[in-house]
């Protein structure tokens, strides 16, 4: 295991969490989506969104864009697909744990943000370059001036009231886990007192024929941890979550919903698309987040995995969870929701993030769907339907392109 | 920031070569002239050619014989800061990377490629080199470097959020030494948007210049090269207007006797003007404006932290587009 760095020493004690929120292809809410989930649902279907004519394959999981109260019909003609998703999320947050006002606006003029993304206003980057190509140069500051992502962060600042230093984390589809670990180690540095962490994703052209390119798509269904897996279904979505000092969350009067106990973050140089078979980076993530939480691996009753279903990804995680958990592994159920709602990329940690904390919150376990002949090393610890949390943390872990892993530990209040 | 921090090293790459006396000098620096930039306000550009010593070092390495150019500059910068500092294992230091363009040359090839092809037809070869992260992967595993890896976008000052990220890190101690580098590469399709949103003008002219800054921090220590002492960040806005307000608050942050490096370039040159029109200034470099966005950032810190004339002087880091932020340097 890696030694020393990452993972930090300080404890995560005083990190709370007291509202969240999400949008994904099964629902424009949590409790929508949570509910789906547990049915053992599925949101694959055509994407119609974007153009995917021509692909291998051109199913995925797309997402009902919600309605967005008190924003015009011109101001919502000018956000971006990833606003649209990313708004909601984050209004649904900062309202669980009620930090907006009447009018739906912040509570906290300066509020910090942590926020990943991976392809950020994508579709607008896109039309501005077919334009460019085809000679049309109408409205071509509207398109370019909403691509990046900190325009989206400016539409969160301004719809929802508030300014303040932002980060936003491109480590691909750890990023997720790593904006809320983030947001956590300013919590815990006394950089912040409270922060808005969370992430978002559109589904966009480039990035869906990027990995039909790669033929990383399941032509079929997405099927984590099956021996006949053939690729992930892409998906898209939003979540974020509110994140206090407990000492902050405690003055102002706010119910504490959870507990982020640990986080680890490692980077895997063994390739750039794959990760290192052994899975021996993951675990030092996984490792690290347990020691920061001070907490056995025996004491993980759910594993929310990265499970993208594709051949080396779920090789490296059973690897990595084997020698986390050893004997242990049997008392830990696992499920990768990817199956559900897709590989929602930079929101993928965020999403997951908030399934772990319903999981906490309701003691229900999402089961594993469509994996019908599970890889004999996860064979008895794939979650089945009605199955119910028994130990008091839940883990959530990440891989991304490039390497990058990420683990978060929350446990209850 | 709670505690300070010292810069202990630093390395970069600019068109001009590698060196603090090329970055110095920007009228030194190659000129090329964007042909298809024919309806807009600017087509000069400063780029670094990649078949040259010192960076050509980079071209057979295994892992970044595809790389984009980003990568390269991103490596070079990198690599010179850990040299500086043979004393400090590789192994034991975190990196954060700010970007604002990221891969954009792989970018707009693989989407031209996808386009004018075939979704079919798209390249699974380009495709994982468009992703902002991969640069950052590269270095990371050419240079062994073993701690803790973030990339970060934004505008401009995501230098400073980046930097912010790395002292985090030190303040937490989670590790003792970290890189913040800022790279951006050139893309002609740059000047297009730069045109539609008309950053630059003819009263703003500049030269858009690729490269990479980088600089190793670490726990305040006095045989540094100079500290930081204060970082402002989060100062917002959405409008031109807004930007003025969000620039005096930004400066606001700072000892109004001390000096601040000029670092604006493009249409928020004239708001820095006025802003500072009761400070005193002091330009780092000579020649051209030059703007190579988060490199610049690095770039400027570099300077201001190798100049001598001052004990404490102020970098501010003008976003564009959403946020301005600023960073003291002390050699006190």
């Known amino acids: 295991m890696p030694d020393g760095y990452f993972g930090g020493v300080k404890s995560l004690a005083d990190v709370v969490i007291t509202g969240w929120g999400c949008v994904s292809p099964l629902g424009g809410d949590t409790a929508t989506t949570w509910e789906a989930l547990l049915r053992g649902e599925s949101a694959r279907g055509g994407i119609t969104c974007i153009p995917v004519e021509g692909c291998r394959v ?33 209004r649904q947050a900062m309202a669980d744990a009620g930090i907006l006002d009447s009018t739906g606006r ?18 607008h980057g896109e039309k501005f370059l077919r334009d460019i190509w085809s000679n049309n140069a109408r409205h071509l500051a509207s398109k370019i001036s909403r691509y990046p992502a900190h325009q989206q962060i400016g539409d969160l600042q301004q719809h929802l009231g508030f300014s303040g230093p932002s980060i936003i984390v491109s480590n691909a589809c750890a990023s997720g886990a790593n904006a809320i670990g983030h947001a956590a180690d300013l919590l815990r540095a006394g950089f912040a007192d409270i922060v808005l962490a969370g992430g978002y994703e559109a589904l966009c052209e480039l ?52 507990r982020l106990a640990g986080y680890g973050h490692t980077t895997d140089t063994h390739h750039i698309t794959q990760p290192d078979p052994t ?99 996860l064979a008895s610890c794939l979650a089945q339907p009605g199955d119910k949390l028994a130990r008091p943390g839940v883990l959530s872990v990440n891989l991304g392109f490039g390497g990058s892993n990420a683990a978060l530990v929350f446990t209850t209040p | ?35 298809e930039a024919g309806r807009r306000g600017i087509r000069e550009v400063s780029r670094i050619n990649l078949s040259a010593e010192p960076v050509n070092r980079w071209r057979m ?98 230098w400073v959020s980046a930097l912010r990220t790395a002292c985090l890190w030190i303040e937490n101690g989670d590790i003792n030494h970290v890189i913040v580098a800022g790279a951006e590469e050139f893309e002609p399709h740059l000047l297009d948007a730069f045109h539609s949103l008309r950053w630059f003008t003819k009263r703003h002219t500049l030269r858009v210049a690729e490269g990479a800054g980088a600089i190793l921090i670490g726990r305040q220590t006095p045989s540094a090269i100079a500290d930081i002492t204060r970082i402002a960040d989060g100062h917002t806005f959405r409008t031109r207007k807004q930007a003025r307000t969000a620039g005096a608050e930004c400066l606001a942050d700072f000892d109004p006797s001390i000096p601040v490096i000029e670092t604006a370039t493009g249409w928020i040159a004239e708001t820095a003007s006025s802003l500072l029109i009761s400070r005193q200034t002091i330009p780092v470099s000579h020649g051209p404006r030059r703007e190579g966005f988060t490199a610049s950032s690095a ?8 100049q001598g004339e001052h004990a404490r002087v102020a970098v501010p880091h003008w976003g564009l587009s959403q946020n301005i932020a600023a960073v003291e340097i002390s050699h006190e």
Not at chain 1, 308 to 327: H, I, L, P, Q, S
Not at chain 1, 338 to 362: D, N
Not at chain 2, 299 to 306: C, D, H, P
Request: hydrophobic share 40%; glycine share 10%.
């Open chain 2, 61 to 158: 390495k295994l892992r970044l014989r595809r790389a984009s150019p980003l990568s390269h500059h991103l490596i070079e910068a990198i690599t010179q800061t850990l040299e500086a500092r043979p004393d400090i294992d590789p192994a034991r230091v975190g990196v954060v990377g700010a970007f604002f363009l990221g891969c954009l040359e792989y970018s707009v090839r693989f989407y031209k490629g996808l386009s004018s092809d075939g979704r079919r037809f798209a390249s699974p070869i380009l495709f994982p080199e468009t992703v902002v992260n991969t640069p950052l992967s590269h270095v990371v595993a050419e240079l062994g470097i073993g701690g803790p890896v973030y990339s970060q976008v934004g505008d401009t000052s995501c």
């Open chain 1, 279 to 377: 899975g021996a980076p993951l675990e030092g993530a996984i490792q690290c987040a347990l020691r920061q939480a001070g907490l056995e691996p025996s004491s993980i009753g759910y594993l929310n995995a990265h499970g993208t279903a594709t051949v080396f990804n779920d090789g490296a995680e059973a690897a990595a969870f084997a020698r986390v958990f050893g004997k242990d592994l049997n008392g830990v159920r696992i499920s990768s929701t990817k199956a559900a709602i897709g590989h929602t990329l930079g929101a993928a940690g965020t999403l997951e993030a908030v399934f772990a904390l319903e999981c906490l919150r309701s003691s229900d376990i999402p089961p594993q769907i469509n994996t019908t002949q599970p890889i004999p090393e």
């Open chain 2, 299 to 306: 770039w400027n810190t570099i300077l201001a932290a190798r």
């Open chain 1, 106 to 123: 912040s509570l906290f003029p300066r509020l910090e943000l942590s926020v990943s993304t991976t392809a950020c206003g994508m579709e």
């Open chain 2, 1 to 35: 920031m709670k505690n300070p921090v010292s810069i202990l090293s630093f390395g970069l790459s600019c068109p001009g070569g590698t060196s603090l006396e090329a970055l110095k000098d920007s009228s030194i620096w190659p000129v090329e002239f964007v042909a």
């Open chain 1, 58 to 90: 051109t199913q995925g999981a797309e997402a009902r864009l919600p309605e967005l109260a008190g924003v015009s019909k011109r101001e919502i003609s000018r956000l971006s697909r990833a606003s649209r998703l990313a708004l909601p999320a984050a």
């Open chain 1, 207 to 258: 990035v869906f024929c990027g990995f039909d390119s790669l033929q990383a798509l399941d032509p079929d269904l997405c099927k984590p941890f099956d021996l006949y897996r053939r690729g992930l279904m892409l998906g898209e979505g939003a979540a974020f979550l509110v994140m206090e000092t407990s000492a902050h969350a405690i003055k102002r009067g706010a119910k504490i919903k959870g």
